[in-house]
């Protein structure tokens, strides 16, 4: 019996042990003590491997980025100076820098595109608090950007509530989520009332204040489905006129806030029936920290560290019409031949911001 590159050979016949390097139990030990958020619970029901290499690994691919979530936190970003009062009586808070990552370098023709959505930003912030003015005049603000911290079966969640209000006086607290989305589709509403992220928040809410919410808000901003002329070669700011001047003439295409009302048994059932099983999961992977390289022996005990670090699930490899940005590592074995994958000095960047 003979080992190469981590490989046990016996005479003819080749034992995988693990692809996984001794390095990654105590990036899981380091992984947990920086707490547990939904949208790395929910990358993890997506594919347990590429929650790996997001969260344990904290490996992203170099120079790539999201429009949608740079958007999105510049949205949040003026809500959050909007409602807090911190611009003052101003309607419309100044656009902040995009947070790109340090390895993001624009291409020519991304500087066009980081202009409108910037563009984008002030005009949707613009029309959306001018909407929203007389439904915002009755209710009474208690906390926004809230970040809030709860022990839960010995592991540390985080959460950053975006807005907690009463939407009157005379009612009990909401919990408010901004979301950016791209259509409004009935099919979009359909799953809000339990979908993992929103009862999440509300459900930290309740376990670290003590406060069992009345409901939830969630205030989508619809980006516009319009494409810029290349016919007519409309210029970005032009484009962004045309945008405003459709997005005044029929707002409610654009705003929408679902009121989703909570009785007494919606966030114990969240946490019963939705919340724990995935606690569980969390907890396996967490008692594999304390586990040295050195004492692992057996196969078995390989075979159980891959299925709860390194399974895939192909479904996952490509959705909303884009390749997962681990694909290549995927396909090589996580060998990243052309080194194009580098690592995050955080793993809840939204969080560390
Ligand atoms: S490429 Fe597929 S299997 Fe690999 S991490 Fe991404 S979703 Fe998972």
Same mark, same amino acid.
């Given at each position: 019996?003979?080992?190469?590159?981590?490989?046990?050979?016996?005479?003819?016949?080749?034992?995988?042990?693990?692809? @996984?390097?001794?390095?990654?139990?105590?990036?899981?030990?380091?992984?947990? *003590?920086?707490?547990?958020?939904?949208?790395?619970?929910?990358?993890?029901?997506? &594919?347990?491997?590429?929650?790996?290499?997001?969260?344990?690994? +904290?490996?992203?691919?170099?120079?790539?980025?999201?429009?949608?979530?740079?958007?999105?936190?510049?949205?949040?970003?003026?809500?959050?100076?909007?409602? *807090?009062?911190?611009?003052?009586?101003?309607?419309?808070?100044? /656009?902040?820098?995009? +947070?790109?990552?340090?390895?993001?370098?624009?291409?020519?023709?991304?500087?066009?595109?980081?202009?409108?959505?910037?563009?984008?930003?002030?005009?949707?912030?613009?029309?959306?608090? %001018?909407?929203?003015? =007389?439904?915002?005049?009755?209710?009474?603000?208690?906390? =926004?950007?809230?970040? /809030?911290?709860?022990?839960? %079966?010995?592991?540390?969640?985080?959460?950053?509530?975006?807005? $907690?209000? %009463?939407?009157?006086?005379?009612?009990?607290?909401?919990? @408010?989520?901004?979301?950016? &989305?791209?259509?409004?589709?009935?099919?979009?509403?359909?799953?809000?009332?339990?979908?993992?992220?929103?009862?999440?928040?509300?459900?930290?809410?309740?376990? +670290?204040?003590?406060?069992?919410?009345?409901?939830?808000?969630?205030?989508?901003?619809?980006?516009?489905?319009?494409?810029? !002329? $290349?016919?007519?070669?409309? *210029?970005?700011?032009?484009?962004?006129?045309?945008?405003?001047?459709?997005?005044?003439?029929?707002?409610?295409?654009?705003?929408?806030?679902? +009121?989703?009302?909570?009785?007494? =048994?919606?966030?114990?059932?969240?946490?019963?029936?939705?919340?724990?099983?995935?606690? !569980?999961?969390?907890?396996?992977? !967490?008692? @594999?920290?304390?586990?040295?390289?050195? /004492?692992?022996? !057996?196969?078995?005990?390989?075979? $159980?560290?891959? *299925?709860?670090?390194?399974?895939?699930?192909?479904?996952? &490899?490509?959705?909303?019409?884009?390749? &997962?940005?681990?694909?290549?590592?995927?396909?090589?074995?996580?060998?990243?031949?052309?080194?194009?994958?580098?690592?995050?000095?955080?793993?809840?960047?939204?969080?560390?911001?």
């Amino acid at each position: 019996m003979w080992r190469i590159n981590g490989r046990i050979w016996i005479g003819k016949i080749r034992m995988i042990k693990t692809i @996984l390097d001794p390095e990654a139990l105590n990036q899981i030990a380091e992984s947990f *003590s920086e707490g547990l958020t939904q949208s790395e619970m929910m990358t993890r029901m997506n &594919c347990i491997r590429k929650w790996y290499f997001r969260y344990v690994k +904290r490996i992203k691919k170099q120079g790539t980025f999201s429009w949608a979530l740079l958007f999105g936190d510049a949205v949040h970003q003026m809500l959050e100076e909007y409602y *807090s009062g911190a611009a003052g009586k101003v309607i419309v808070p100044a /656009v902040p820098d995009f +947070r790109f990552e340090s390895d993001v370098i624009l291409r020519p023709d991304q500087i066009d595109d980081h202009e409108y959505y910037r563009g984008l930003a002030e005009v949707l912030i613009k029309q959306h608090n %001018r909407y929203w003015e =007389t439904f915002d005049n009755k209710s009474i603000i208690e906390k =926004t950007e809230e970040e /809030v911290e709860y022990e839960y %079966r010995g592991l540390r969640l985080r959460a950053k509530v975006d807005m $907690v209000l %009463r939407p009157h006086k005379s009612e009990g607290i909401f919990i @408010l989520d901004h979301k950016t &989305c791209s259509d409004f589709s009935l099919g979009l509403f359909a799953g809000w009332s339990f979908r993992f992220q929103f009862l999440f928040y509300a459900w930290m809410f309740w376990r +670290r204040y003590g406060e069992y919410p009345a409901g939830m808000y969630v205030n989508a901003i619809k980006k516009p489905a319009e494409r810029r !002329s $290349v016919k007519r070669q409309e *210029s970005v700011r032009l484009f962004l006129k045309r945008i405003e001047g459709n997005v005044i003439l029929d707002p409610d295409k654009y705003f929408k806030r679902e +009121r989703l009302p909570f009785d007494k =048994t919606t966030l114990p059932r969240f946490e019963k029936y939705t919340l724990n099983p995935i606690i !569980s999961q969390f907890e396996q992977v !967490s008692g @594999l920290s304390v586990e040295t390289w050195e /004492v692992l022996e !057996s196969q078995e005990y390989f075979d $159980v560290m891959d *299925s709860l670090l390194i399974s895939m699930n192909s479904d996952h &490899c490509w959705s909303y019409n884009r390749p &997962c940005e681990f694909l290549d590592l995927c396909a090589n074995d996580f060998q990243d031949f052309a080194a194009e994958y580098i690592t995050m000095d955080v793993k809840h960047s939204e969080l560390s911001k």
